[in-house]
């Protein structure tokens, strides 16, 4: 069973909200009739039992004194879509027939209702008035009009009993504000859960769209080479046409793999992956498929171990620099140099050009992709043509990977 308490804490549903609030929450204001005729029928059957209580004391139950112990009941109706109107009606009811000289009881309730529903509706000076012209009113009645009204020889109210009432209306206006205030603080935290909920869902399109990108460019490239080769010598040299065949079923299969992967994260966001992510430990496969595109790939250096999501995005980042290469680059040579200290990931990739058509760069897309994994991680981003000719992707990211802007 679920704890309903944090440990020194108040109740789950005072800190976030009752479970029904979301689903009431912005819906247009209904007409509240089982909690007025509720309300109503209390106060009527409270009242008997008050005059009896009070019987010499204060005046009978008569016809008017029931009157008006409808009206403020029945005012209720209203509250949610005329709130300042109905605390006002209800102040002013409750004000007549106490100045009439009927007993306390449960008719001070309604006007208790009224004024919370103002408060939380927003009307916070509405009902600070109402409750104050409705103790002003009392005052006025119980210390100096009471010789002129009923019940006769009646005699004035003491201070002290004058003060519980006093008490009474703050506690009314000091439990509505508390409400209220409640109530704001459960409004922002909606906002906020649900703009986190639009960003992780953004961060999460742009990861799938950043991973799609990268497998399927990559793999494509490839693939678009080697059917160009396995079509130009499939009359004069067969088996370098089988070679080019076999490389590209072997590039689709790991390209559909990949991409299996990236889809089975998004049917179950909540399970582990099946496979692990790549990493740079796959270099040399990186390097192999570059090769079967006619692309020669020298390495530097060697990669340290590094958290998941920095050896996942510097995979990426030297796969998309290289697959740039082999699409945009008259090159047939690439350079890769790998360094690092114990702070940063050193990525360098290297081509000497010319561009062929377009940038060597590549498109936008794959370049804003390289960002966006670099900034995830904290991580930065320079890419541009070099003072020869060629182009240069330089990337540094944490050794230890942390959140980015």
Same mark, same amino acid.
């Given at each position: ?59 009978e ?25 109905v ?30 529903s ?39 109210l ?10 009474w ?22 906002a ?17 769209a ?38 590209i ?5 790991e390209?559909?793999?990949?991409v ?5 994260? =998004?049917?179950?966001?909540? *399970? +582990?992956?099946?496979? &692990?992510?790549? %990493?740079?430990?796959? #270099?040399? @496969? !990186? ?24 050896d ?24 890769v140099?790998?360094a690092h ?11 000497d050009?010319?561009?062929t ?18 900034a995830? =991680?904290?991580?930065?981003? *320079? +890419?541009?043509?070099? &003072?020869?000719? %060629?182009?240069?992707? #330089?990337? @540094? !990211? ?8």
């Open positions: 069973m679920d704890e309903q308490r944090v440990r020194g804490g108040p109740p789950q549903w005072w800190r976030h909200g009752p479970a029904w609030w979301d689903r009431w929450e912005g819906r247009a204001p209904r007409w509240p009739w089982r909690s007025t005729v509720v309300v109503t029928a209390f106060v009527l059957v409270g009242s008997n039992f008050a005059a009896h209580g009070q019987q010499g004391e204060r005046a139950l008569d016809v008017f004194a029931r009157v008006l112990l409808m009206v403020a009941g029945g005012l209720l109706l209203w509250r949610k879509r005329y709130p300042v109107a605390v006002f009606g209800t102040a002013a009811a409750v004000m007549v027939y106490l100045g009439a000289g009927y007993p306390y009881g449960p008719v001070l309730l309604t006007v208790a209702l009224a004024c919370f103002a408060i939380v509706a927003g009307h916070r000076r509405a009902a600070w008035a109402a409750m104050g012209m409705l103790w002003a009113g009392h005052v006025l009645v119980a210390h100096w009009l009471y010789p002129w009204l009923p019940p006769s020889g009646d005699s004035a003491s201070w002290g009993e004058e003060i519980v009432v006093a008490t209306v703050a506690a009314i206006v000091a439990v509505s504000e508390l409400f209220r205030v409640r109530r704001e603080q459960w409004a922002r935290e909606r906020e859960r649900a703009e986190a909920a639009r960003r992780r869902a953004d961060e999460e399109r742009l990861r799938i950043r991973e799609l990108h990268d497998v399927l460019a990559h793999s494509i490239s490839v693939i678009n080479v080697q059917a160009g080769v396995g079509l130009a010598l499939l009359d004069t040299d067969p088996e370098q046409a089988r070679s080019a065949l076999t490389t079923k072997a590039t689709s299969k390209a559909l793999g990949e299996r992967q990236v889809l089975d994260t =998004l049917r179950a966001p909540g *399970e +582990a992956p099946r496979a &692990p992510a790549p %990493g740079l430990d796959r #270099l040399p @496969e !990186l390097v192999a498929q570059a090769a079967s595109a006619g692309l020669t790939v020298d390495v530097e250096g060697e990669p340290p171990r590094l958290a998941p999501g920095t996942l995005a510097a995979f990426r980042i030297v796969q998309e620099a290289l697959t740039n290469v082999v699409r945009h680059s008259g090159s047939r040579h690439a350079r140099h790998l200290d114990s702070r940063v990931l050193r990525l360098r990739v290297d081509d050009g010319p561009a058509g377009a940038e060597a760069g590549g498109s936008g897309n794959g370049l804003a992709g390289m960002r966006e994994r670099a995830a =991680l904290g991580g930065t981003i *320079e +890419a541009g043509t070099r &003072p020869d000719g %060629g182009f240069r992707v #330089l990337a @540094e !990211l944490p050794m230890t990977a942390s959140a980015g802007p």
